[in-house]
């Protein structure tokens, strides 16, 4: 019984660790290390040993929180997966997992002036299933108007009704779609529902720090992905005219995706 409790500690530590350094972005150890094999750039080619006994250190301060044998075993655990090859190059499953960590930067903002609307009241006894679709829709980066009443610029609705389909939930939930909600001007509405003034506050601070040359390399990428997370990336009509995230990822594309992050640094065994 104390060995489940002392285990179940420990990965809850790891976890906690992992947060604290990708500024709770990413929450687990084999995801960290499968990010940190793709974008860190502070490593350098071991030579010698077989192929598949190369060992990869992300960086020193990662190496020096995880330690290096959790780091091994994390490594050993995402070849299990299937997210890497015996030659560490990722593999078409590595790709789909690396996507459905790390948010992506889109360039396409149009917007068509309609909102899509979710609406559910589903019953206590089916809170789970609520969950679920609720998981869904935050996924989406739709924005809750009230608790049961969720809004989109982007015809996601499809990918909602999936969802509706496979549980069943036709009774419970309403789609639609309008060309006005409310009384406010729909910018005013975003800014409101999203939070878009926070946002924009933690991109004019990444601007700042980057400016000032406060950050490593490291930090400038899991900054800016964090901040990414939260972005719904909403069209442009529907941005604040002072909106620095086109700023932010000009800089950090710059900075960081021309280097293409090429892994220099492997371990011995």
């Not at 040993?49 to 050993?76: E, H, P, W, Y």
């Not at 909403?234 to 594309?253: C, F, N, V």
């Amino acid at each position: 019984m104390y060995d489940i409790i002392d285990k179940t500690m420990k990965k809850k530590s790891i976890s906690r660790e992992v947060s604290k350094i990708t500024k709770g972005l990413i929450n687990q150890l084999a995801d960290l290390v499968l990010v940190g094999l793709i974008f860190f750039e502070e490593m350098t080619p071991y030579q010698g040993g077989s192929l598949g006994q190369k060992v990869f250190r992300i960086d020193k301060r990662v190496g020096d929180l995880l330690g290096r044998d959790r780091f091994k075993r994390a490594l050993r655990n995402i070849q299990k997966k299937g997210w890497i090859n015996e030659n560490l190059d990722l593999t078409l499953k590595g790709q789909k997992r690396l996507k459905s960590i790390l948010p992506e930067y889109s360039e396409e903002r149009k917007w068509d002036g309609k909102w899509y609307i979710v609406a559910y009241d589903i019953p206590e006894n089916k809170r789970w299933l609520r969950k679920v679709l609720r998981n869904t829709l935050q996924e989406l980066k739709f924005g809750p108007l009230h608790k049961s009443l969720w809004i989109s610029p982007y015809n996601f609705l499809g990918d909602v009704e999936k969802i509706v389909n496979q549980y069943k939930l036709e009774t419970y939930v309403l789609l639609a779609i309008s060309d006005k909600l409310g009384r406010e001007p729909s910018e005013v509405l975003a800014r409101r529902i999203w939070r878009l003034e926070e946002i924009n506050d933690q991109y004019k601070k990444f601007i700042e720090e980057i400016k000032s040359k406060k950050l490593t390399r490291s930090e400038i990428v899991f900054r800016y992905l964090f901040i990414l997370h939260q972005d719904p990336q909403l069209p442009r009509d529907l941005l604040p005219s002072d909106w620095q995230g086109e700023k932010a990822h000009r800089i950090y594309k710059k900075l960081i995706l021309r280097n293409k992050f090429a892994l220099k640094t492997k371990f011995t065994k």
